[in-house]
């Protein structure tokens, strides 16, 4: 397998993917199957950076595989996710929006503005001019609209090209391949649990009944090479979408898993700088960013013993109380930027 691998330095937020026009030519002669999974899964990303990759790159790719005569497979993987029950998913044609989606049924819904793609960059593009170094942020909701946009310009752009979509819920860790437990770096909902199992994170602001589906990554590959498969052989110039999901048949909620969590690092602790475990209390789930910081702050000064190192003028170490500070506010940050997702009810 080594010896077929051949890796080569591209971007695809660059004209030709980055690539020497050289390399690009020899590329585009011999292959005749393109697997997109480049994106950008953070969180709290700048909005124009996470567009140009999650939008503006599958297009750039796109056009590059119009030039790949011997192309018999573009496949994209994109995140998707829907509301609660299940629903039949139509194409998001070009110009339609979420908002349009959502009207109320007695407004006309040509009177509502079409979405242009074009536009939205070139406008992001003259506010990041004008603000320069100001940070352009935005939700993880976000990301939803990137991947609705990204599958209008499939099916604009892709001509003749055989597409296929696969769209996974939260990708985390393998269930079997290469080994269980198999993740690269920490990402999706990986940093909370390592703060809870450090107990630097005792709460979270979370529907306890809100389902988490989440799906083994080995499983999305296995997915993603039936697709190859089947539509790699056919080469039928148009459109498959397949969703990797597990909420239906086997749901997770958001308590069952503070429950497994615990289990787990009472059971496997992390250890301490001094060799001693770390003992975790059970993961509390708050419904308010308010009772959420209060408990937060309350955990923080027990666990900094602040009330025991009070001067005899009764105030506060403030060296303490600054690490108190910092610590709930980084615990607060992680709330805000899981926030849309802890509570949606997507599935």
């Known amino acids: 397998m080594l010896s077929k691998l051949i890796p080569v330095v591209g971007n695809v937020c660059e004209t030709h993917l980055g690539l020497d026009k050289g390399l690009a030519n020899v590329i585009a002669k011999d292959v005749d199957i393109i697997v997109n999974s480049s994106a950008n899964t953070t969180f709290d990303e700048r909005y124009d950076v996470a567009l140009d990759i999650n939008t503006g790159g599958p297009s750039r790719l796109m056009n590059y595989a119009k030039q790949c005569h011997n192309l018999k497979l573009f496949l994209q993987i994109s995140t998707g996710k829907q509301r609660q029950r299940r629903i039949m998913e139509n194409p998001f044609c070009s110009g339609d929006s979420i908002k349009k989606e959502t009207l109320l049924s007695g407004i006309q819904q040509n009177s509502f503005p079409s979405l242009n793609v074009e536009d939205e960059i070139k406008l992001i593009l003259e506010s990041k001019q004008v603000l320069e170094d100001n940070i352009v942020s935005q939700k993880m909701k976000e990301l939803g609209l990137e991947r609705l946009w990204e599958r209008s310009w499939f099916d604009n ?37 390592l703060h809870y199992g450090k107990r630097q994170l005792t709460g979270f602001l979370v529907d306890p009944n809100g389902v988490l589906d989440v799906v083994p990554a080995d499983m999305v590959v296995n997915a993603t090479l039936a697709a190859i498969t089947k539509h790699g052989a056919a080469g039928k110039p148009r459109s498959n979408v397949y969703h990797v999901a597990s909420s239906v048949l086997n749901p997770l909620v958001f308590k069952d898993l503070a429950t497994l969590l615990f289990d787990h690092f009472n059971s496997s602790p992390y250890i301490d700088s001094k060799g001693r475990p770390i003992h975790v209390p059970r993961m509390k789930l708050f419904s ?12 923080a000064i027990n666990r900094s013993g602040l009330t025991d190192t009070a001067d005899p003028n009764g105030k506060l170490s403030r060296k303490l109380e600054n690490i108190c500070r910092k610590s709930v506010e980084q615990a607060k940050y992680l709330a805000h930027i899981y926030e849309p997702y802890t509570f949606y009810g997507g599935r």
């Open 288 to 299: 308010s960013m308010e009772d959420l910081s209060f408990h937060l702050w309350q955990d």
């Open 157 to 193: 752009m892709r001509s003749d090209i055989p597409v296929v979509i696969i769209r996974p819920s939260v990708i985390e860790s393998t269930y079997r391949e290469p080994f269980s437990g198999w993740m690269e770096g920490n990402r999706m909902m990986d940093p909370i649990i």
